[in-house]
């Protein structure tokens, strides 16, 4: 079972021969960046270690920045930080749909983040890349701040908990799978920046044997950000269908069955 957990886990990954954003091998000419992943930014200072630091293109690293900025202020708004001086506040808004809760961030790309956070622990478990364009689909830790699968931008609240409605059978089972697999000490996992960021997955095959990694993914404790709203705890979880295939090294699911309570149903990471 493939793990990141250890210094010397992390160290071999900072040579990977490859950038994981554009799958290219480096040459000697290439001008390579240093790509921490998530960003030291999001973390205390006495959490910032151990980092997953991946080598990039520093053209291909140049354009993340800006999702960056606003999931910094998620997470500061999690530690109860006030965001810095010259950052927007969250945009954040709860309203009711439906006669339930909704909550929705605009301007937060949280889905290209997971998705680049994904990218990066492949490249780190499998050594081998993950093209963006990957089949996937996510569950972030909050309902809204989904974003549009054809335009790239914010759904508005409405067209967010459509697609919600959707999702969340999808939500709860995957976060069972991961809680059940944890259970039975069966998965791939990095925990890095002292425990405050950790991932876990394994693989499945869809009907068709089309290959399925199931992971969830926790950045301190960001799946009580909805109980503000008076909502369940939200985790992070979702699934990705690579077109090279399962990696040979990958941890398949267990068949076994543990039985455990769930309640935090949308919650891997939950009781
Ligand atoms: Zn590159």
């Known amino acids: 079972m493939p793990s990141l957990i250890t210094q010397q886990d992390f160290r071999i990954v900072q040579?990977?021969?490859?950038?994981?954003?554009?799958?290219e091998h480096f040459k000697l000419s290439?001008?390579?960046?240093?790509?921490?992943?998530?960003?030291?930014?999001?973390?205390?200072?006495?959490?910032?270690?151990?980092?997953?630091?991946?080598?990039?293109?520093?053209?291909?690293?140049?354009?993340?920045?800006?999702?960056?900025?606003?999931?910094?202020?998620?997470?500061s708004t999690i530690h109860g930080r006030r965001p810095k001086q010259g950052h927007s506040r969250l945009n954040a808004t709860a309203g009711q749909f439906e006669g339930r809760s909704v909550t929705f961030c605009?301007?937060?790309?949280?889905?290209?983040?997971?998705l680049r956070c994904v990218r990066g622990f492949h490249a780190a478990l499998y050594h081998g890349w993950l093209p963006e364009d990957t089949i996937n689909s996510f569950h972030p830790p909050l309902r809204g701040g989904l974003i549009d699968g054809i335009t790239g931008k914010p759904a508005d609240a409405v067209q967010a908990m459509l697609l919600l409605d959707k999702g969340v059978q999808q939500h709860a089972l995957f976060s069972k799978v991961v809680k059940e697999n944890r259970i039975a000490s069966n998965s791939d996992k990095v925990v890095s920046r002292n425990g405050k960021c950790t991932y876990e997955c394994?693989?499945?095959?869809?009907?068709?044997?089309?290959?399925?990694?199931?992971?969830?993914?926790?950045?301190?404790?960001?799946?009580?950000?909805?109980?503000?709203?008076?909502?369940?705890?939200?985790?992070?979880?979702?699934?990705?269908?690579?077109?090279?295939?399962?990696?040979?090294?990958?941890?398949?699911?267990?068949?076994?069955v543990f039985p455990f309570e769930n309640i935090d149903s949308l919650d891997p990471f939950g009781k």
């Not at 040579?15 to 799958?23: A, D, E, N, V």
């Not at 605009?106 to 997971?114: W, Y």
């Open 15 to 23: 040579t990977l021969p490859f950038c994981y954003l554009c799958g």
């Open 30 to 75: 290439d001008d390579i960046n240093r790509d921490h992943l998530p960003p030291s930014a999001l973390f205390e200072k006495e959490d910032r270690d151990v980092p997953l630091i991946l080598p990039t293109h520093v053209d291909c690293n140049a354009e993340e920045h800006v999702s960056d900025e606003f999931i910094g202020l998620f997470v």
């Open 106 to 114: 605009k301007d937060m790309n949280i889905h290209h983040f997971i």
């Open 202 to 256: 394994v693989w499945s095959n869809w009907d068709d044997g089309g290959p399925m990694c199931i992971f969830g993914l926790k950045i301190y404790e960001w799946q009580q950000f909805e109980l503000r709203f008076g909502n369940e705890p939200r985790g992070c979880t979702g699934f990705y269908s690579p077109a090279a295939g399962q990696p040979k090294n990958a941890t398949r699911a267990t068949d076994l």
